[in-house]
């Protein structure tokens, strides 16, 4: 199986930033698609930011020039790092990937979630 360990949320003032990590582990094939979803009090978990195994990458429209994804492939890791943070940034922050994992000698399909970290951007 796989699982995903996030890190680096925090309380933030406006126009600070704050880097989230997120680790997979396990029993790992490929990674297709790693990203990061949110979501605020009382609204629908939202894509945020997502990483492609061909690298190609896509944002939320409200964090286009502000948030970037990367990764580090050898640790099966993603990063976001997110500047210029504005109060309406405040969420639970939560890690996704999809892939492959090896179950003795089947490749089985994989979707899991991290345990969420929570960003704060005061005002």
């Known amino acids: 199986q796989v699982q995903l360990v996030e890190s680096g949320g925090g309380l933030v003032q406006a126009g600070g930033s704050l880097r989230l990590s997120c680790a997979a582990s396990?029993?790992?094939?490929?990674?297709?698609?790693m990203g990061w979803y949110r979501q605020a009090p009382g609204k629908q978990r939202e894509l945020v930011a997502a990483m492609h195994s061909s690298g190609t990458t896509n944002y939320a429209d409200s964090v286009k020039g502000r948030f970037t994804i990367s990764s580090d492939n050898t640790k099966n890791t993603r990063y976001l790092q997110m500047n210029s943070l504005k109060p309406e940034d405040t969420a639970v922050y939560y890690c996704?990937?999809?892939?492959?994992?090896?179950?003795?000698?089947?490749?089985?399909?994989?979707?899991?979630w991290g345990q969420g970290t929570l960003v704060t951007v005061s005002s």
């Open positions: 996704n990937a999809i892939g492959l994992y090896r179950d003795y000698d089947v490749l089985r399909y994989f979707e899991v």
């Open positions: 396990g029993s790992i094939f490929r990674i297709n698609a």
